[in-house]
């Protein structure tokens, strides 16, 4: 009960630190987004990558574990560099810029850096599958531009060939 009490405090307090990001009161970095969710919420969405892709992708999801920085601050230098390359993607997509000419170059770097391992333009056209299937991501792009989830998803199958 008390653990529930706790999640549910830090799960409002993101809210409103979210908030006051969306009014321009303060800066939500992609660390303190996730900061509530528990290693249970991780696990869920590891269980659902080998639910929705199947058991072979259990040995991705460890590599990328395995990759990523034994450190907080590792880590938040690695999330920071993502909403400068997502920034870019969305100036580009409210620009009116067809997808098949979207510069994807360094949203794949950076989820290649992120798995651990190369991201081939066949895998981040998979990712971009993810992207537009499972509502969480749907809810992030969406969040930062309406109808930017599908044409993120279009783009990197585009660039994918």
Same mark, same amino acid.
């Given at each position: 009960?008390?653990?529930?009490?706790?999640?549910? +405090?830090?799960? =409002?307090? &993101?809210?409103?630190?979210?908030?006051?990001?969306?009014?321009?009161?303060?800066?939500? &970095?992609?660390? !303190?987004?996730?900061?509530?969710?528990?290693?249970?919420?991780?696990?869920?969405?590891?269980a659902w990558?080998?639910?929705?892709?199947?058991?072979?992708?259990?040995?991705? /999801?460890?590599?990328?574990?395995? *990759?990523?920085?034994?450190?907080?601050?590792g880590m938040?230098? !690695?999330?920071? +560099? =993502?909403?400068? /390359?997502?920034?870019?993607? $969305?100036?580009?997509?409210?620009?009116?810029?067809?997808?098949?000419?979207?510069?994807?170059? *360094?949203?794949?770097?950076? $989820?290649?850096?992120?798995w651990g !391992?190369?991201?081939?333009?066949?895998?981040?056209?998979? =990712?971009?599958?993810?992207?537009?299937?499972?509502?969480?991501? /749907?809810? !992030?792009?969406? *969040? =930062?531009?309406?109808?930017?989830?599908?044409?993120? &998803?279009?783009? &990197?199958?585009?660039? *994918?060939?």
């Open positions: 009960m008390q653990a529930t009490l706790v999640h549910h +405090a830090r799960m =409002l307090a &993101t809210l409103e630190r979210t908030l006051a990001a969306l009014k321009g009161e303060a800066v939500m &970095t992609l660390e !303190r987004l996730y900061e509530p969710f528990a290693a249970e919420t991780q696990a869920g969405h590891e990558l080998v639910e929705a892709y199947g058991p072979e992708m259990a040995r991705p /999801i460890a590599t990328s574990k395995a *990759a990523l920085p034994a450190t907080p601050a938040s230098e !690695r999330l920071d +560099a =993502l909403p400068e /390359i997502e920034a870019a993607l $969305v100036a580009a997509f409210e620009a009116g810029s067809d997808p098949g000419n979207a510069d994807l170059a *360094a949203h794949r770097a950076w $989820v290649s850096e992120m !391992r190369p991201c081939t333009p066949e895998a981040h056209a998979g =990712l971009a599958d993810l992207y537009f299937s499972h509502p969480d991501f /749907i809810a !992030r792009y969406e *969040a =930062l531009a309406p109808g930017f989830s599908q044409w993120l &998803t279009a783009a &990197t199958k585009a660039a *994918a060939g």
